[in-house]
Structure formats: C-alpha cells, structure tokens
C-alpha cells in the first residue's frame, strides 16, 4: 500500500489545480460574471494612498473598507470626492451612463434581473458601476475576491 505524505499530496493538488485555471480565460469567481474581459497591463495596485469614493454612511463603503483592513492591514478613508491617484469608486448607473460601450447598456436595461452590475479595474481605480443595492453587493464582493 502505498503513502503519501500530506504535504505531497497537497502539492500535487495545488499544480493540478494551478494548471487548471491557467488553462483557462476566466478567473475562479462566484458567482461567475455573465462575461469577463482581462487585458494585459490592466491591473490595481491598492495602497495605503487609495481612497473609497462613496457616501461615508453606506453600508457598502464601510464594509469594504472593514474587509480590506481585515484582510490587508489597511485603513482605507472613505471620501464623497477625492483626487486621489488610487481610488475605489461606487458609482450609480443611469440611462446613458455608459461612456464607452452602447451596446452594453442596451443590454443591461433589457434584462429585468437585478444585481447586474461592471467591475471596470484600471490601474488607478477600480469602478463598481451598478443600478441597484444588489449590483453593488456583488460587484463589491467580485472586488474582494
């Protein structure tokens, strides 16, 4: 019979695991976006400069800014507005507020489920864009993961 040691067993799993999603486009979220663009040099780097920009008495914010301390060490203000170089916004959708891309937000409006909302990460801000509570949940969720 043969024995294996916990720890090689955990390292094999750890690079069938790593060969997995390296072997594919999406990234492991849940729940799974209903699409995903990546490109490269698009990244966030956050700092102890990045700021949170939404109502400091909203749920979301001071949740978030209650993860990332946990998670990072990082006390993160939370600001109405800021000209900070790192931010992490929260920003309500309204009917034509899609500067880039029509037909996305064609396709947003059409579709009465709730919860929809775009993750949009540049490397000096990360944007949560959404048109309800629950957008705003489940991007700020997408975010921490």
């Not at 909203?58 to 800014?65: D, H």
């Not at 800021?82 to 409006?109: P, Q, R, T, W």
């Amino acid at each position: 019979m043969w024995k294996v040691k916990p720890v090689t067993f955990f390292c094999f799993l750890f690079f069938f695991v790593t060969i997995g999603f390296a072997q594919t486009t999406t990234l492991p979220l849940v729940p799974e976006p209903q699409s995903l663009q990546v490109f490269d040099g698009s990244y966030f780097i956050l700092n102890k400069e990045t700021v949170i920009i939404a109502d400091p008495k909203s749920f979301e914010a001071q949740y978030l800014q209650k993860e990332i301390k946990k998670r990072t060490g990082l006390d993160l203000k939370i600001s109405m507005v800021s000209n900070a170089k790192s931010k992490i916004s929260f920003n309500e959708l309204i009917s034509g507020g899609f500067d880039h891309d029509d037909e996305a937000a064609v396709k947003y409006y059409s579709n009465p489920n709730q919860g929809k909302y775009f993750l949009n990460i540049f490397t000096n801000e990360a944007a949560i864009l959404q048109s309800d509570p629950l957008g705003n949940f489940y991007g700020m969720m997408t975010l921490l993961q």
